[in-house]
Structures are given as structure tokens and as C-alpha cells.
């Protein structure tokens, strides 16, 4: 369900040198630069052992807290001195060669100048507690443990897709485990009674049952509160002019249908959908998108969707346009006689007893997706069902100039999706939201901008959603994402 923390190690900018008269300078994540007489905050808990901090993460007995507020008092190039807001006491980070990348780089890790608040606000509450007590705690994704007890350290564990993360501690190492889906199983090195988060903060089942499969509301009671998204962080990106101007836009036009149905007929209502169908037109809108067409609840029928992806968006687009299909509200699942599966849109008339001739087929939507003259087709669905025969993989940026790099990856004909969950799971509602939207309109604005080239793939809004809304909805919503036809990518640009 989860995949490996890019999330964070991502989202780092590249620090750099400057150096003169012996001193370096760095730049945090979202660009700044910081230098002595700089106040910075700390971007993960650290761990001080006799007010001393070392590059390779070890683990000392004293917490200096998430968002800790510093004050630069020097900086050369194996050591930072500072001293904590409010506090005489001088505190030391040295760097050794064992970090395996260049200093200014790996203070960039932990010195900042935005708080990440939002960022732990939309997790879990073990995540939360763990980050709090600045331990890693049974249940932990992997993103909270690095807030919790930091990065660790590049010459033990190179990468941090694999699922065993060896830490320096006090007296002898941690080794951090976690199961295939990106969640805390155990840690060597601490007893089970250290690592085991309070009862009240342990994963339960929902006590609510849908009424049918697909998406379904959450009690406001028993469910995390309602968020909308903050404005992405756009210093270190590039604005689409920027990266467009050398050859031309990447898209002749970008169009998009938005689909939103709360009132069913026959199936059971909903009471976010319409107002996510909402949100999503109204950010396009905002991003400069040459159209957006809306429709919502009564008209929703089958007839007029089919109509309207079949007949009226091939009409909008040409061989150099992007088009975008959101839709909100139910989704099922067939299971076929040779064991395979179907996944289907429910339209507002669609009937729960003859879901095949009255619904929308996945096979049906690759059809359609073929009658398009556009070059690059993307649906983000917030319903739940299988049988999507995706392709996979991340388009990882090459060397050289990102302007060369977005046009060849999007000069190839693609059709790619993210849905808002798999087979027998529920598109969850939190407050008259959907997260699954929620997250997608987070990943859209630039959150999911791994590299900071000022541009989101598809790829990358795939592997930001999918461990955020696992991670929001308790493991009970799990996205899927990946191609459906093509070998392209889709390139929606940050501002």
C-alpha cells in the first residue's frame, strides 16, 4: 500500500556552496539561504547527546523538538554552531565523511525555514504521538519516523525504499523494520514496551458499513477533521512560463470534464462528491486550464456522460492536448467467470441490480480515452474498484535541462489514472470532502514536485497520493495509479 518515503527525501532541495573567507552557506528546502546570524527551525526532531549533533543521525538522550526555532552563531565547512531560541546554551552539528553527501546538502535535511505543521496535521494519530515523543512507535509510516528520530544515515542504509533502516544509537544501533506496505513492524534495539504506541492510539475497524461499495461518509465524530488544502510553497519552482517559453507550450490547450454526483437514484447518497467535483474545477480554473466543463448529480446520467467523453471532449481536443476526466461518486467492482474483474463508474441512474448495462465499464473508458485525438488523456476517479490491467513505473528527471526532459517525456501519446482506492475498499468523505481529492488537489499544486523543477507527472501525483491517503484513512483506502495505454508521461506544471 505504501510506497518507500520520497515524500521527504524528495522535497529537499540540492543545498550548494558558497564559499569566501572560509565560510559556507546553505540553502533549506524552500530555497532560502542560510548563513551565520540566520534564524532557521528544525525540519525533523533531533537527538542531541551532550548538546552535539552529528551529520550521521546518532541517536543521543536529548529532544530538540520539531519546528525548534535556531539562531546560526557559525558555520564553516565540517561544523554548524547554534544556539536554541530563548537559550544560552551553544549547540554543535558536525559533519563527517560517513554522511556520503556534501555538508551543506545534509544540513539541508534538518534546517529550514517552514515549519512542515500541515504536513503533520494530516497524519495518523500514532504518527503524531511518535513525533511528539521523538521515538519510532509500532504503526509509524515511514515518513513519521523520519519526523520523529530523523534521516538515517547514508552509509548504513543507502536507500530509503528498503524496508530495514539501520540508526547509530547511544550505546549500539537501531535497526527500524518495516512491512511491505511502509509501516513500523518492530525495532531492533528497543524492547516491544518502548516501541508500542497506547491502546486508544491503535488501529481499529470502522464501526460504520457502508451501504454498498465504492464511497461512502465517515461520522464527523470518527473521523480525522475536515482539511483543504494551503497554498503549495513556490519559491524554488520554476512558473510554467518559465519552463515553457524556449519551445512552446507542452499542451496546445488542456480541457477537462469534471463529474460529481451526490444524489444516486437507486444508490445510496453521498455528500461530498458534487463539492469535490467543485474544488477540482475551480483549482483548474485558477491554474489557467482552457476549459472546464461541469456536471453534476441529475445530469450525470449515463447517457450524458458517455455523450459528453465520447462525442463533445473529442470535439475540444487536438493531437497536442491535455485532457483531464475527474470523477466523483460511486464505483463497483464485477467479478467475472474466469476470475478476472471489472471495474465501472455508477452514473446517477445506474441500477444496483444491473450494474453491466447501466453503468460505465472500465473497458468502455479505454474506449472512449481511444476516441480522442488528444495526446495525453488523465482520469482521477475518487471511487474504489478493481480490475484496471495498469502498467507501472516512475519516470525518474535525467540529466540536463529540465525543459529538454519535460518536452521528451511528454512528446509520447499516454493515457494514465489514479483512483481513489482498490477492490472491496471506500472511497472515505471527512467532513463533506473526499480525502482522496483532498490529496490530489495537494499533489497538483505542488506538493508532489519531488525534484522542485516546477512541474508534477503523473508518476509523482501517484506517489505522493497513495501513502498520504493510506496514511489519512488508517490503511482503510489504498489509491492505485499507473498507465493504461502509451509509454508517456502527463505534465502538469506547479505555479
Not at 13 to 41: E, K, M, Q, Y
Request: hydrophobic residues 35%; proline residues 6%; aromatic residues 8%.
Amino acid at each position: 500500500m505504501h510506497r518507500a518515503p520520497a515524500l521527504l527525501a524528495g522535497s529537499l532541495a540540492i543545498a550548494f556552496f558558497a564559499l569566501g573567507c572560509g565560510s559556507t552557506s546553505f540553502s533549506d528546502p524552500s530555497g532560502n539561504r542560510l548563513t551565520v546570524g540566520s534564524t532557521a527551525i528544525t525540519l525533523v526532531n533531533l537527538h542531541a547527546k551532550k548538546r552535539v549533533l552529528s551529520s550521521v543521525n546518532r541517536q543521543g538522550t536529548e529532544l530538540i523538538p520539531l519546528c525548534t526555532e535556531i539562531q546560526i552563531t557559525g558555520l564553516g565547512r565540517k561544523r554548524m554552531d547554534f544556539r536554541i531560541a530563548g537559550s544560552p546554551q551553544p549547540y554543535q552539528f558536525r559533519y563527517h565523511k560517513a554522511a556520503a553527501e556534501p555538508f551543506p546538502q545534509n544540513l539541508a535535511r534538518y534546517f529550514g525555514t517552514r515549519c512542515p505543521s500541515d504536513r503533520v496535521a494530516g497524519m495518523s494519530a500514532v504518527d503524531q504521538y511518535g513525533i511528539e515523543k521523538g521515538r519510532p512507535y509500532i504503526g509509524m509510516t515511514k515518513q513519521g519516523v523520519i519526523l520523529a528520530i530523523g534521516y538515517p544515515p547514508k552509509h548504513r542504509t543507502p536507500s530509503l525504499a528498503g524496508n530495514k533502516w539501520r540508526y547509530w544509537g547511544t550505546r549500539r544501533g537501531w535497526m527500524v523494520n518495516f512491512d511491505g506496505d511502509g509501516i513500523l513492524t518492530s525495532v531492533k534495539g528497543l524492547n516491544t514496551a518502548q516501541i508500542t504506541p497506547p491502546s486508544d492510539l491503535q488501529v481499529a475497524s470502522r464501526t460504520a458499513t457502508p451501504s454498498a461499495p465504492g464511497r461512502y461518509s465517515l461520522p464527523s465524530q470518527s473521523a480525522q477533521p475536515s482539511y483543504t488544502p494551503p497554498p503549495p510553497q513556490t519559491a524554488t519552482r520554476r512558473t510554467a512560463r518559465e519552463i515553457t517559453t524556449e519551445d512552446g507550450k507542452l499542451y496546445s490547450r488542456r480541457v477537462a470534464v469534471v463529474i460529481g454526483i451526490n444524489e444516486y437514484e437507486h444508490w445510496p447518497s453521498l455528500s461530498g462528491a458534487s463539492n469535490d467535483g467543485h474544488r477540482v474545477a475551480e483549482f483548474l480554473r485558477e491554474e489557467g486550464w482552457d476549459e472546464v466543463i461541469e456536471v453534476y448529480d441529475e445530469e450525470a446520467t449515463r447517457r450524458r456522460m458517455l455523450k459528453m467523453l465520447g462525442t463533445e471532449l473529442p470535439r475540444m481536443t487536438d493531437e497536442n492536448t491535455l485532457a483531464m476526466i475527474y470523477f466523483a461518486g460511486h464505483g463497483q467492482t464485477e467479478t467475472l467467470p474466469g476470475g478476472g474483474k471489472r471495474g465501472y463508474l455508477i452514473p446517477v441512474d445506474g441500477d444496483t441490480e444491473d450494474v453491466f448495462s447501466t453503468a460505465i465499464s472500465m473497458d468502455t473508458v479505454r474506449d472512449l480515452s481511444k476516441r480522442t485525438p488528444a495526446k495525453h488523456v488523465y482520469y482521477a476517479i475518487d471511487a474504489c474498484y478493481s480490475g484496471l490491467a495498469l502498467t507501472r513505473g516512475i519516470t525518474r528527471p535525467g540529466s540536463g535541462s529540465p525543459d529538454v526532459y519535460l518536452r521528451k517525456i511528454t512528446s509520447v501519446p499516454v493515457v494514465q489514472i489514479i483512483t481513489a482506492g482498490a477492490d472491496g475498499e471506500q472511497a472515505i468523505e471527512v467532513g463533506g470532502q473526499g480525502l482522496f481529492t483532498t490529496y490530489l488537489l495537494r499533489a497538483m499544486q505542488g506538493e508532489a514536485d519531488f525534484n522542485h523543477d516546477g512541474a508534477v507527472t503523473a508518476s509523482e501525483i501517484g506517489a505522493y497520493v497513495k501513502p498520504e491517503v493510506t496514511n489519512a484513512s488508517r490503511n482503510q483506502q489504498t489509491p492505485q495509479f499507473g498507465t493504461m495505454e502509451g509509454s508517456g508521461e502527463i505534465v502538469f506544471l506547479a505555479r
